[in-house]
């Protein structure tokens, strides 16, 4: 597991090294297909991540984060 940090004085507990999400969706060849980003997304959460760097500019990223989140917190 990750160590983790409080996020500013009265903020949630993070993982001390945020995952950015810009090379998951672009930059770097093609993306992988949904199942493998969503499976991606799983295993780093299972090692501990729990802070996200995900930006609308990054193509998708935000819309898989959310179908993670959405499909393994309900």
């Known amino acids: ?3 983790t940090v409080q996020l500013g004085a009265n903020g949630p507990r993070v993982s001390a090294q945020g995952l950015g999400l810009m090379g998951l969706c672009m930059f770097y060849g093609f993306p992988l297909a949904n199942e493998d980003r969503l499976q991606f997304l799983d295993t780093a959460h ?3 991540v729990t802070f996200w760097d995900a930006v609308d ?4 990223n935000e819309d898989i984060l959310a ?3 959405l499909e393994a917190f309900q």
Not at 57 to 60: K, L, N, S, T, W
């Open 57 to 60: 500019v990054y193509a998708d």
């Open 1 to 3: 597991m990750l160590p």
């Open 67 to 69: 179908t993670y989140v």
């Open 46 to 48: 299972a090692r501990g």
